[in-house]
């Protein structure tokens, strides 16, 4: 099983950038791809990218490919969501989660960290 923390978001005025992290644990080697997703209250839990474990390949939501970009250190078992020019759409509950392998459904969530962006 794979542990998850995510932490970064907070109180943002539009325009502004966070970084979000998301911290995984114990059964790592068995993680295939990592990603974030969000809800926003009243709306369904959406995509907003992801990242190979192993490799480098990185996915993004048509909304957020231009304005985030998705990274990791395999050395801190992290993976970073860097997120510019927020508007206050994006204003949701971020969740990180892992994939153990390909076509397979995401089985380890993170508690989610709540981002918040003010006009």
């Known amino acids: 099983q794979v542990q998850l923390v995510e932490s970064g978001g907070g109180l943002v005025q539009a325009g502004d950038s966070l970084r979000l992290s998301c911290a995984a644990s114990?059964?790592?080697?068995?993680?295939?791809?990592l990603a974030w997703f969000r809800q926003a209250p009243g709306k369904e839990r959406e995509f907003v990218s992801g990242i190979l474990w192993s490799g480098d390949n990185s996915y993004y939501a048509d909304s957020m490919a231009v304005r985030s970009t998705i990274s990791k250190d395999n050395a801190k078992n992290t993976v970073y969501l860097q997120m510019n020019s927020l508007k206050p759409e994006d204003t949701a509950i971020y969740y990180c989660a892992t994939q153990p392998a390909v076509n397979k459904n995401f089985d380890s969530w993170g508690q989610g960290t709540q981002v918040t962006v003010s006009s």
């Open positions: 114990g059964r790592t080697s068995g993680i295939y791809a």
